[in-house]
Nanobody, 128 residues
Framework: QVQLAESGGGSVQEGGSLKLSCVAS???????????MGWFRQVPGKEREGVAS????????FYGASVKGRFTISQDKVDDTLYLQMNSLKPDDTGMYFC??????????????????WGQGTQVTVSS
């Protein structure tokens, strides 16, 4: 089963930028490329929100309405790493950001559904 490890969270002023990373590997530590991957965020008391997602094979991407034009999801197939570049950050972007993965036949990046494996999360805090 794939394991996910996020990094790159932190605190930033409004208008600033952060770049999150997520490495997928199996229990032996070897890199794994799931069928689809995505970034989600959650704030206490609110439902988890899909931020950005991608089909690993084709590279087709999807974005939540609140981040479109400001965030960019990308993958590095050499390093087997998923990234989320976040620009023009707003206080509403504050939350715990999770990397997620899904397998063929189950995940639907366009609807942010079917992701079955989750990382531990990395905190992003944007202050005004």
């Amino acid at each position: 089963q794939v394991q996910l490890a996020e990094s790159g969270g932190g605190s930033v002023q409004e208008g600033g930028s952060l770049k999150l990373s997520c490495v997928a590997s199996d229990a032996s530590g070897y890199s794994r490329n799931p069928y689809c991957m995505g970034w989600f965020r959650q704030v206490p008391g609110k439902e988890r929100e899909g931020v950005a997602s991608i089909y690993i094979g084709s590279g087709v991407t999807f974005y939540g309405a609140s981040v479109k034009g400001r965030f960019t999801i990308s993958q590095d197939k050499v390093d087997d790493t998923l990234y989320l570049q976040m620009n023009s950050l707003k206080p509403d972007d504050t939350g715990m950001y999770f990397c997620a993965a899904g397998d063929v036949g189950r995940c639907s990046p366009g609807t942010f559904r079917g992701f079955t494996t989750w990382g531990q999360g990395t905190q992003v805090t944007v202050s005004s």
